[in-house]
């Protein structure tokens, strides 16, 4: 990840007709020749369909239509080429600086630029949406190790996607499955160090007022009665699936809660053992939950690096493990504690998820 300018390709966007060497409409085999990459890894939908496939060692990802034809292009913040629209650089960029160029070749050209839900500029004409992800580096071991600043990524789409390209399945698809952290455009505000109450985490029982296998009743209760803002829920028994015929296709299941006074989120498991909604994990948010000390180290609000350290030496010092989640997330091994990162605009601070035992972080 992060791979130096010098060690990246340079290419060239041709609005709607296609990025660097490929050009919308290629089939899978096309695509494949001109990047040159046999390794790639492939997802495939109903009757075999090519849907997208990521080709890592460039840091791009093509997405097929229903044809397997080439439909958009992702391009990866830390390791993709680096990808130019006339003297606009799009990929691998500070986003407030990228955002500020593209809004002056938009005025410049007469294009319309619309915001997606990370807050960042879409512009149809040219089928480029930006996206945001965190930025990864190596160590002074020459180990990978997440940064605090973010970086632009990229999604080039082809003219039947420009105007609306997450609208489609396929590409929904393939920008969840490139575990992206829920999209949150600001604002930024940071809740002050001051104002933030203090939390102490009791691995695998629970963090401040809460304790895992509470009910949300219980929950809200705990937070002093405040209600959630939202919830999440789903339904393990759609009409229309295979899985229909094993339960109530209307039954939901609560599996979140959002408590966006306090700062924190439930997560809800035990539906299997006929005991649910029981709470299972905790997550603090970065920008505006409460302080968590976990051993006299403080999780939240702090640069993401920092914490990351002060773990790493606990860890070292007290002869436990670490363990890394798909998305990089840092977690000590056993203990259900795992740091996060959350946004503020162009860096980053930390968040923490705190589990029961059983918990799986992703």
């Known amino acids: 990840m992060d791979a130096g300018a010098e060690d990246r390709e340079r290419w060239v966007l041709d609005p709607l007709v296609g990025v660097g060497p490929l050009r919308f409409g290629m089939t899978p085999e096309q695509v494949q020749e001109v990047l040159g990459e ?26 097929h239509g229903p044809q397997e034809d080439l439909v958009a292009v992702g391009v990866d913040a830390n390791r993709g080429p680096l990808v130019v629209l006339e003297d606009v650089a799009l990929v691998a960029r500070v986003p407030s600086e990228a955002r500020a160029d593209i809004g002056r070749l938009a005025l410049q050209r007469g294009a319309k630029v619309v915001l997606n839900p990370e807050g960042e500029p879409d512009v149809p004409a040219w089928g480029i949406s930006i996206g945001v992800a965190q930025q990864w580096g190596p160590d002074s071991g020459g180990f990978l190790q997440r940064r605090d600043a973010m970086l632009t990524d990229l999604l080039v789409a082809g003219p039947r996607l420009a105007d609306d390209p997450y609208s489609d399945r396929t590409v929904a698809g393939w920008r969840h499955n490139s575990r992206r952290p829920t999209p949150s455009p600001g604002p930024w505000t940071v809740r002050p160090e001051r104002d933030r109450p203090r939390w102490e985490c009791v691995p695998l029982e629970g963090v401040g007022p809460l304790r895992f296998g509470m009910t949300p009743e219980q929950v809200s209760a705990a ?4 209600e959630p803002a939202s919830r999440r829920t789903y339904r393990p028994f759609p009409a229309g699936t295979f899985w229909a015929t094993q339960g109530d296709p209307e039954e939901e299941r609560l599996t979140e809660e959002r408590f966006e006074g306090i700062g924190v989120r439930a997560h809800y498991w035990g539906w299997e053992e006929g ?5 299972a994990a905790v997550t603090v948010l970065g920008r505006t939950g409460p302080q968590v000390h976990f051993d006299g180290i403080p999780l939240i609000g702090r640069p993401v690096t920092a914490v990351e ?5 606990h860890v070292a010092d007290n002869d436990l493990g670490l363990r890394f989640a798909c998305r990089g997330d840092l977690g000590v091994y056993g203990l259900g504690v795992w740091v996060r990162s959350a946004r503020v605009g162009d860096t980053s601070v930390s968040e923490a998820r705190i589990g029961a035992e059983q918990w799986e972080e992703e």
Do not use: H, K, M, Q
């Not at 939908?45 to 093509?62: F, I, N, Q």
């Not at 937070?223 to 405040?226: A, Q, S």
């Not at 005991?275 to 709470?279: D, K, S, V």
């Not at 350290?309 to 030496?313: G, L, Q, Y």
């Open 275 to 279: 005991n649910g909604p029981l709470l």
């Open 309 to 313: 350290a002060d773990i790493t030496r």
């Open 38 to 63: 046999d390794t790639a890894e492939g997802v495939y939908g109903a009757g075999g369909r090519l849907s997208w496939r990521r080709y890592s060692r460039l840091g791009v990802s093509t997405i």
């Open 223 to 226: 937070l002093g009665g405040e």
